[in-house]
């Protein structure tokens, strides 16, 4: 069975610090793997998404993420934190792109000035 | 762009009531998923359609029934409603069918419903 893990539920970085959103995953066969965000009462945003081609996925807003096999980790990096960025971060699993997706967590963050 | 449309976006109910939300997904999308997000929580899979017909169902209880129409749209129908459906809604549409590669999900801004 497929399922996501995020590490840490809330995150807090300061303005122009880099963050980093953790996520691991577990799946019988190779997945395909989704950031995406959510900002207060509103729908989720697709940040980016890797489909087994590059293992550095680069997405929207200057975030990307890194597809470790070994690590069986996606984690979620943008080197510069921006006010704007402050909102749910969620991981999903899906055994190929059109199919449902199984949803971590989710991770806070925040952004202090 | 065109985006995926979500009606009502609010919605007040008494419990045992019924509720029908709707979806209209992007041109040309062909496959629709539904999710239920309560409060504090990840969204979880309920059911999809593609091509009008159910391709997966996921943790949807009996009291609650889906179709997609002809036109692709597709309505959640919820009955005897109780206080733990609140929750946000969400209906995500896709070009691809379920079993094949392609570009993802795009999510509609969701219905709020609210059970009293």
């Known amino acids: 069975a497929q399922s996501v893990t995020q590490l840490g539920s809330h995150v807090s970085v300061s303005e122009g610090a880099l963050v980093l959103l953790r996520c691991n995953y577990s799946?019988?066969?190779?997945?395909?793997l989704f950031w995406y965000v959510q900002y207060p009462n509103q729908g989720l945003q697709l940040l980016l998404k890797?489909?087994?081609?590059?293992?550095l996925v680069k997405g929207i807003n200057g975030f990307e993420a890194e597809f470790k096999k070994s690590e069986t980790s996606f984690h979620l990096t943008k080197p510069s934190a921006h006010m704007s960025d402050a909102a749910e971060y969620f991981c999903?699993?899906?055994?190929?792109?059109?199919?449902?997706?199984?949803f971590g967590q989710g991770t806070e963050l925040s952004v202090k000035p | 762009a065109a985006g995926v449309i979500q009606s009502p976006r609010h919605l007040i109910k008494e419990k045992r009531e019924t509720a029908t939300l709707k979806c209209y997904p992007i041109?040309?999308?062909?496959?629709v998923y539904w999710y239920q997000q309560g409060p504090g929580q990840d969204p979880q899979f309920l059911i999809s359609?593609?091509?009008?017909?159910?391709?997966d169902k996921g943790s949807i209880p009996d009291r609650f029934s889906a179709q997609q129409f002809s036109d692709y749209h597709s309505e959640l129908n919820m009955s005897s409603l109780e206080l733990g459906d609140s929750a946000l809604y969400f209906c995500?549409?896709?070009?691809?069918?379920?079993?094949?590669?392609?570009?993802?999900?795009?999510f509609g801004p969701g219905t709020r419903l609210t059970v009293l």
């Open positions: 359609f593609y091509e009008k017909m159910q391709s």
């Open positions: 890797y489909t087994s081609a590059a293992t």
């Open positions: 799946s019988s066969v190779p997945p395909y």
């Open positions: 995500a549409s896709s070009h691809d069918p379920p079993r094949l590669a392609g570009v993802g999900q795009f």
């Open positions: 999903a699993v899906s055994l190929n792109q059109g199919g449902k997706l199984i």
């Open positions: 041109p040309r999308h062909d496959t």
